[in-house]
Antibody, heavy 121, light 107 residues
Framework: QLQLQESGPGLVKPSETLSLTCTVS??????????WGWIRQPPGKGLEWIGI???????YYNSSLKSRVTISVDTSKNQFSLKLSSVTAADTAVYYC?????????????WGQGTLVTVSS | DIQMTQSPSSLSASVGDRVTITCRAS??????LNWYQQKPGKAPKLLIY???SLQSGVPSRFSGSGSGTDFTLTISSLQPEDFATYYC?????????FGGGTKVEIK
């Protein structure tokens, strides 16, 4: 059974960089059938797609965050990571990692449990 | 960016009721429309993909329809475990977008 697990600091200071890692178990991140993505959800609000990465390193980002976001992959560790720079209180959210298909309608079929990141001094 | 508008934003219903949620895209997205269910404190769960295909393991009381700009998610007979928030998502463009969500509450 595929599992995804987010990890990283739960508290980040304003203007600093948020860094999270998603560890994939029960399957290979190097599969040609999937992209790996990040989605966030501010408290009490809806879902916002951040970006996705292929095992080769190819990335796509939400244009509203593109100047601050970097997603990378480490196939040797079966992990992918998110960095979001110059954070503000508006970046406080639960951050989810998820698997996205490369076929059909590109849905996210497996999700991590999510991790709350609070931006505060 | 393609905007996804869900209606209603919330609804109250009783166990056994038929519930319909609507999602409208700001431009045609063919059938690149997925539906997710989210319960408090949990990650979203995929229910329907490609507008009308039921994800494996999802009860058959859930169904989806539509294409182009107008889509619906229907729960034929609401069960206690169905009280949750439902989101549509378009994947027609690389910039994926979600609807604002529909919270289904107990009447």
């Amino acid at each position: 059974q595929l599992q995804l697990q987010e990890s990283g600091p739960g508290l980040v200071k304003p203007s600093e960089t948020l860094s999270l890692t998603c560890t994939v178990s029960g399957g290979s991140i190097s599969s040609s059938s999937y992209y790996w993505g990040w989605i966030r959800q501010p408290p009490g609000k809806g879902l916002e797609w951040i970006g996705i990465i292929y095992y080769s390193g190819s990335t796509y980002y939400n244009s509203s965050l593109k100047s601050r976001v970097t997603i990378s992959v480490d196939t040797s560790k079966n992990q992918f990571s998110l960095k979001l720079s110059s954070v503000t209180a508006a970046d406080t959210a639960v951050y989810y990692c998820a698997r996205r298909l490369t076929i059909s309608t590109y849905y996210f079929d497996y999700w991590g449990q999510g991790t709350l990141v609070t931006v505060s001094s | 960016d393609i905007q996804m508008t869900q209606s209603p934003s919330s609804l109250s219903a009783s166990v056994g009721d038929r519930v319909t949620i609507t999602c409208r895209a700001s431009q045609s997205i063919s059938s690149y429309l997925n539906w997710y269910q989210q319960k408090p404190g949990k990650a979203p769960k995929l229910l329907i993909y490609a507008a009308s295909s039921l994800q494996s393991g999802v009860p058959s009381r859930f169904s989806g329809s539509g294409s182009g700009t107008d889509f619906t998610l229907t729960i034929s007979s609401l069960q206690p475990e169905d009280f949750a928030t439902y989101y549509c998502q378009q994947t027609y463009t690389t910039l994926l977008t979600f609807g604002g969500g529909t919270k289904v509450e107990i009447k």
